[in-house]
């Protein structure tokens, strides 16, 4: 019987056979991880120098975009070098580093998008005291919390996971250490631990989704008795961007969590697993920079910046 002390490595194996269908799938993870790479770097650039956008919500976002940055290069970047390469061995060590800054990415993004719903709410429903109560701490606290709050998941649940017994083969049908691939070397079906974990951060997570449900049934409910439809506009364009990356990362991670896990990973795992892991941190940057006039504004002053700088 293997366990966590004598366990050496796993091997991560590719979703498909045909190496020249891995080197594509390679090229295609490069294309939008430097996608996610330009865009989220571009977003903290534009919240740092413009001077119109240090206000709490583009300080939430501004992190949001480093969270983002942490969450893919977490796994794509070793999943590119290992498809170019063709191989796929990870020490146990670099897995259990994997799983705990990828939980806790996960984690902290979630409780990043239920303070930013808190921020929009205050905002649209008290928007004469907004400056009181998202003052400089109640930021500090909101982005320690999110940070406090990644880190106990990842702590939690990597320890679950790695208290198991393994034995057997250990390949992992997944470019990176999955927890649910990892369940399947598991010599028992003792997950009581693991069981227990999981429980109690979907149930987190199910009150950081009620939090935010609540949140934006005020907001709308708020926006609508508004009487000028300009102002109404302008309400939902601070709102819907948010709301719509919400809906990208809560969506995408269900489809993860309810999925059935098969043996043999299919074309339909694959995308599946792609949608949660790069297209939330790939997407969030172009849906709030496209309805958000002020980020746009904020960009074109990076580019011109950037482009003044070149030819200096």
Known sequence: MTNFTTM????????FDNPEVEILQASLFLVMYFMALAGNIFIIM????????????????KHLSFLDLCYITVTVPRSICDSFMHRGNISLWECILQCFAFISCSSAELTMLTVM????????????????????STCVYGLLAVWISGVIAGVMHTAATFSIHF??????????????????????????????????????????????SFSYTRIFSTVLSI???????KAFSTCLPHLCVVVLFLS????????PH???PT??????????????PTLNPMIYSLRNKAMKAALKKVFKGNKAYLFW
Request: aromatic share 16%.
């Open 46 to 61: 534009a919240t740092s120098i413009d001077h119109n956008l240090h206000s709490p919500m583009y300080f939430f976002l």
């Open 117 to 136: 719903s808190y921020d929009r709410y205050v905002a649209i429903c008290f928007p004469l005291r907004y400056e009181i109560i998202m003052d400089v």
């Open 8 to 15: 050496k490595g796993f091997l991560l194996m590719s979703f």
């Open 262 to 264: 098969s043996d043999s």
């Open 227 to 233: 009487p000028s439809a300009e102002n109404r506009a």
């Open 167 to 212: 034995c057997g083969s250990n390949i992992i049908h997944q470019f990176f250490c999955d927890v649910p691939q990892l369940l399947k070397l598991s010599c028992s079906n003792d997950y009581s631990s693991e069981l227990g974990v999981t429980i109690f951060l979907a149930l987190v997570a199910f009150l950081c989704f009620v939090f935010i």
């Open 252 to 259: 995408t991670g269900v489809f993860e969590f309810l999925k």
């Open 267 to 280: 074309g339909l795992d694959f995308l599946l697993t792609v949608l949660y892991t790069i297209v939330p």
